[in-house]
């Protein structure tokens, strides 16, 4: 009898994370001396997922081709039927390990730009003062408006272009393409500085926003690049990019400020000046390839591809942004101030999440298995909301004592806690959000996703400038998390269409609302004397719980703890 022919190992692409597994490549194939290699047998595909570990290989015979008894697994020890798991639930698991294990150093290095931003706010609001920080949170504003337009969501297709086989030669040169729509908004914006300056109620198109402009282009550039070096899986090079435009450049932005001048302008001249070296350095490590004529396929489906997501990229600044703008407009300084100074605290949950599309989007683009796929899109999105129950309620009771020492005295930090815990219960929504953005984004339908935020967008502005007069900042956070609700409902209509997922456990949902309810209430407590130790031990207690469900599922795939798995493998 001949032997079986070889199974596939998994379907999953490689990355490193299941070290039980022999790994052969990103095509999944064994190597041609396999086959001919006299100890080493054709796997069954009956046993080809199960642990390495339980299986006692018998080599074949040298006489000749390996009889059916040879190619049996030796007899597996009991078990109990409640810990057996299915070759697929398996496989999600690996892949599980490998969004929450492995990939995490990448959402590490990238969440620490947001995290270093947050950060510089008590040294920079001491700093520059009242009116000049105003200017610099406006002049952010804007520099990631016009960033977004700059970069042409050009990252996501250089992912989605990336290939191993080619040595990302597709992919490098969509960073070329990249690199000609940074330079052509840097032109636009520049000619029609003058236009829309005034209406930002900046005065004139001066150092400020020119600096401001020119930082944008540099950004778009670097984050198109940046995209090639994670889908290479260069961590290394991504790290050092990503410390240069982050923490460099807020070290040399705060120098400036010091020994120059104390002004909105030398901290963005310091931002600007370490985003051309992160620019230099990062387009040096990936080599973009010119565009040729015989290119033409690919410029056009790129752009087609990114074109759809443009205005979802500039429509989510104005998500983002927009509040700020509007409270420039219809309120006092002090209160751009005083939202600016937490909004980069109350989002942090929003934005970590944010940032895993381009941290986990190569490894969705390279699974080939749709059902694998919705398994992994769904169990990855019910262990995010895991993470943020803990996390939100963290926020609610450790904030007061957070903005007790972030930011000056005279923003009366106790009436921003209720903004804070408003805003990052936006994350909920987001979480489920990014989940059916993803399945958008695979299908290579890119236009339901601009117009998801686009829509969103608009109701934020349209609610910020209902509720911002009447309400003040508080109104503004309820705004961001109502556009987020929308977001979701609308990008779960269009992904239902193209993959449908199974729905969030109900008491998964259940907790998440009970865990924003007690955030908010807890604003009402004091922050001071015996309360705030009862709050530093709660906020602690928050954190160990997260850590446990972010251990349980690098440990087990799954995120869920050992007596709930066992009862999941018994239901199966």
Known sequence: MSPAPARRYSRLPDYGDDDRLPNYGDDDRLPDHAENDALTPSIPASVADADTEDWRWVPKSRGGSATEDELS???????????????????????????????SAYLVVGASQSALAALSIPITTRLLGGGQFAVLTTSIAVMQVVAAIGIFSLPTAIQRNYRDDDAGRNARRTISLAIITATLTLVIGYATGPLWAPSLALGRFGPTLRYTVIWAALTAVTFAAIALLR?????????????????????????????????????????????LAATVLVLYMTRPLPLRRRDRQLIVSSL?????????????????????????????PLQVERY???????????????????????????????????????????????????????????????????????????????????????????AAYITANRVLLIAGRTAPVGI???????????????????????????????????????????????????????????GS????????????????????????????????????????????????????????????
């Open 452 to 510: 998801c935020v686009v829509v969103a967008a608009a109701f934020n502005i349209a609610a910020n400038i209902f509720l911002v007069p009447a309400l003040g900042i508080e109104g503004a956070a309820l705004s961001t998390s109502l556009a987020y609700v929308l977001l979701l409902l609308l990008a779960i209509s269009f992904a239902r269409r193209i993959q449908p997922l199974r729905n969030p456990p109900a008491g998964l949902l259940l």
């Open 73 to 103: 697994p030796a007899p597996l020890p009991d078990r109990d039927d409640e810990q057996q798991e299915e070759p697929a639930a398996a496989e999600t698991q690996t892949a599980m390990r490998g969004l929450f294990g492995r990939d």
């Open 340 to 430: 600016g100074a937490v909004y980069n605290i109350a989002t942090i949950p929003i934005l970590l999440l944010g940032l895993l599309d381009p941290v986990w989007l190569p490894r969705f683009f390279k699974l080939d298995d749709p059902g694998l796929r919705a398994r992994l899109l769904a169990d990855s999105r019910d262990v995010l909301l895991r993470l943020l129950i803990p996390m939100v309620l963290g926020l609610g009771f450790g904030i007061p004592l957070v903005l007790a020492v972030w930011v000056p005295g005279y923003y009366h930090a106790a009436g921003l806690v209720i903004v804070v815990v408003t805003i990052s219960a936006g994350a909920f929504p987001m």
């Open 231 to 275: 889908s290479r899986g260069a961590f290394g090079a991504y790290a050092l990019v990503t410390f240069v435009q982050s923490l460099a450049a807020e070290v040399v932005s705060v120098l400036l400020v010091v020994f120059v001048h104390r002004t909105a302008t030398e901290f963005i001249l310091g931002e600007m000046l370490m985003q």
């Open 304 to 332: 087609k591809y990114a074109g759809g997501l443009v205005p979802a990229s500039v429509a989510g600044f104005l998500l983002m942004a927009s509040d700020r703008i509007i409270i420039h407009h219809d309120l006092l």
């Open 513 to 572: 609302v009970v865990s924003f309810a007690i955030a908010l209430s807890s604003t009402l407590l004091p922050g001071t004397g015996v309360f705030a130790v009862v709050r530093g031990v709660l906020t602690l207690g928050c954190v160990a719980v997260a850590v446990a469900v972010l251990r349980d599922v690098i440990s087990d795939g799954t995120g869920r703890t050992p007596s709930r798995l066992r009862r999941g493998a018994a239901r199966r």
